[in-house]
């Protein structure tokens, strides 16, 4: 009848992650980010400086090697006017701003020195230099290098003149540059480290701030408890996000609360349903046994008590059923059920129990098919023609019938001829232990759990159950079972 969803011996384990508050967290995450974008930014800035930089200073050494060759390309027959014109170019040509920075050498094909920046061979020495470039090539890798000094050079050499005759080694010092861009990354880790301790400052604040609504919802929720269920966070100025998680906690307090109350009076009810037979059964033992009493005194109590038993123990098993019913993991096996059928083994399995009540029951349906689990569907029906008996007088008529809709779902419906249920009782006959007013009982040993039973598989097959009524004039239960 019933199945487990799953594994029957699977275990759901929750893992609750702990460390950090959610203020802490946040404030992690937003000052990460402001921090990462203040590198993003300070890098970027910097690596576009030090690429301004490099590019005017190779630019300069390509300007510089370009007039050099052009002095040796106009004057290559002339040696005398060549070394005078290559070296006032050396001396004098370079502009003013970089003229202390500045040096130049020119060497003929035999490495002799046509020209050269003063105390050049002490700063940068010929063997520095690599392989020159080509008299076609413009610019080429430029090399940093490092004197004994401690100051930087980015340095050069190329080929001018006809046939390669001459060699042109140019350098420029870069120290002062460095220096700038040294003191540009100090300032830069100085900026992360202050931009930094003002994010965690300034998002911490933000974020307790904009946590406070969060506080109050935490501080009414932790004054409800058992005998405070009616206490609710209320919709009030919340944030957005806030107003939705205080809507769903206050529904889930609605839904606690009603379970609350259904779980006490189901216990309340409880004890009153058993507590009667067993007063019952307690007060008939204890007369029993005042006296000495025959074999068939004895015979008559223990019958008489095994009828109680009986109602005791259908009790116990309905109750174990709904209990069942109630919960969530549990499904069921269904299967195609032949509608006209199983109404009519019902109706027969009721047939003497009509007889003796003087009760026509009639069966009308045609052949259909409904998905739905036997047992159950059986036991649906039954429920519902007994209950029919129970408040049908002698003369009167029960109707089991079915219908199948337009959108493929069945409604099967029980009707009887009864005493009917007063209008402001309908809405509550499908509760546990509910009865309606026993003087309308044609027999008086229900124990009102039977349409709470019937809800119950209509809600385990996802269908519904409605009961029409009017007072003396009959009642019909509806079930509705839904398309595959």
């Known amino acids: 009848m019933f199945s487990k969803k799953g594994d029957v011996g699977s275990k759901r384990w929750i893992s609750r992650a702990g460390g950090w508050s959610l203020a802490t967290r946040l404030t992690f ?7 990462s974008l203040l590198c993003v930014a300070t890098l970027y800035l910097y690596v ?3 690429k301004n930089i490099v590019q005017e200073d190779t630019s300069f050494l390509t300007g510089e090697i370009a007039r050099l060759r052009a002095i040796i390309a106009e004057d290559r027959e002339n040696s005398g006017a060549l070394a005078d014109e290559v070296t006032e170019e050396v001396q004098w040509g370079t502009s003013t701003q970089r003229a202390e920075m500045f040096y130049a050498r020119v060497l003929d094909a035999r490495g002799k020195i046509v020209a050269r920046t003063q105390q050049m061979d002490r700063i940068l020495p010929p063997g520095i230099f690599t392989k020159p470039l080509d008299i076609s090539q413009k610019s080429g890798q430029e090399i940093r290098w490092k004197s ?19 060699v042109i080694q ?7 540059e460095e220096e700038i861009l040294l003191g540009y990354r100090k300032r830069m880790a100085i ?36 005998e405070q269920l009616h206490e609710r966070i209320g919709q009030g100025a919340w944030p957005k996000e806030l107003g939705a998680l205080a809507a769903a906690f206050d529904g889930m307090l609605d839904r606690l609360e009603e379970s609350f109350d259904r779980l006490s009076r189901f216990s309340t009810n409880i004890a009153h349903e058993l507590r009667t037979p067993l007063n019952g059964l307690m007060g008939a033992a204890e007369v029993t046994l005042s006296r000495q009493r025959t074999s068939e005194e004895y015979r008559q109590v223990i019958e008489s008590s095994l009828e109680e038993y009986a109602n005791l123990s259908r009790m116990i098993e309905s109750l174990l059923f709904l209990a069942r019913a109630e919960n969530r993991e549990i ?10 059928r199983e109404m009519e083994n019902v109706r027969e399995l009721y047939d003497a129990v009509a007889e003796e009540s003087g009760v026509e029951v009639l069966c009308r349906a045609h052949p259909m098919e409904v998905s739905a689990e036997p047992v159950l569907f059986q036991r649906a029906i039954a429920n519902l023609l007994a209950n029919a008996l129970q408040y049908t007088p002698r003369g009167g008529r029960i109707v089991l019938a079915a219908e ?9 419906s029980v009707s009887d001829t009864g005493c009917g249920i007063p209008a402001e009782q309908q809405a509550s006959v499908f509760e546990r232990f509910y009865r309606v007013d026993p003087s309308r009982s044609i027999k008086a040993n229900g124990t009102g759990l039977g349409l709470a039973i019937v809800r119950s598989i209509m809600e385990l097959h996802g269908g519904t159950a409605t009961i029409q009524s009017e007072e003396n004039n009959g009642t019909t239960v509806t079930l509705n079972f839904p398309s595959t």
């Not at 480290?193 to 965690?200: A, D, E, K, N």
């Not at 499904?331 to 006209?340: E, F, L, N």
């Not at 809709?405 to 409604?411: A, C, F, P, T, W």
């Open 29 to 35: 995450l937003v000052t990460l980010s402001f921090v």
């Open 48 to 50: 576009s400086m030090s």
């Open 148 to 166: 004994e000094e401690g100051r930087t050079f980015l340095i050069e050499s190329a080929w001018a003149g006809a046939g390669r005759g001459y």
């Open 170 to 176: 140019v350098g420029l010092d870069i120290t002062h």
């Open 191 to 226: 900026v992360l480290v202050i931009g930094t301790l003002f994010s965690i400052v300034m998002c911490g604040f933000v974020v307790r701030r904009g946590t406070r609504p969060l506080d109050d919802i935490i501080r009414t929720v932790r004054r409800i408890n058992a």
């Open 331 to 340: 499904a069921i096996d269904r299967s195609c059920v032949d509608v006209y």
């Open 404 to 412: 199948k809709l337009s959108n493929g779902s069945v409604n099967i």
